[in-house]
């Protein structure tokens, strides 16, 4: 993991310097797993189901950057960022990159073409996210 890079990030204005808040990272790795199991509701809408698994990203993905001590306000960074807090490699955190450009097409156009697939492969990798980061709160 590479943390020189995140502090380029902090440089050019893309990510904050912040200290670790571990009941901060505890809450939104909470969340997560709430929306991940919210994501695998059968009565809810394939969209519902959607946006409940992004968002399930979003705070874990958000959370393993919080435990590294940096906080972003760009939800895409923080996708981005997953290379340098747990070394995923950029075929994995593009899936969720691409869910948060679905995600904006849906809300800023009202235009949503997803598939369950989409929303089983998500789940996937966000149920991985969410153990990754926990391993680095028992670390």
Excluded at 12 to 21: F, P, S, V, W, Y
Excluded at 96 to 120: K, P, S
Aim: glycine share 8%; hydrophobic share 40%; proline share 2%.
């Amino acid at each position: 993991m590479s943390l020189q890079a995140l502090d380029n990030l902090v440089r050019i204005g893309q990510l904050k310097a912040e200290a670790r808040n571990s009941n901060e990272v505890a809450r939104m790795l909470a969340m997560a797993r709430t929306r991940l199991a919210d994501a695998g509701l059968p009565g809810l809408s394939l969209e519902g189901r959607f946006t409940s698994v992004y968002n399930a990203a979003h705070a874990a993905a958000l959370s393993a950057l919080r435990w590294h001590g940096y906080r972003s306000e760009n939800r895409y960074t923080v996708f981005q960022c997953l290379t340098h807090t747990l070394g995923w490699p950029p075929a994995r955190w593009r899936v969720l990159d691409t869910a948060h450009q679905r995600r904006n097409l849906a809300e800023y156009e009202g235009y949503l073409e997803i598939d369950e697939g989409t929303v089983t492969e998500m789940a996937e990798l966000v149920e991985k996210l969410i153990g990754e980061v926990q391993g680095l709160s028992d670390a």
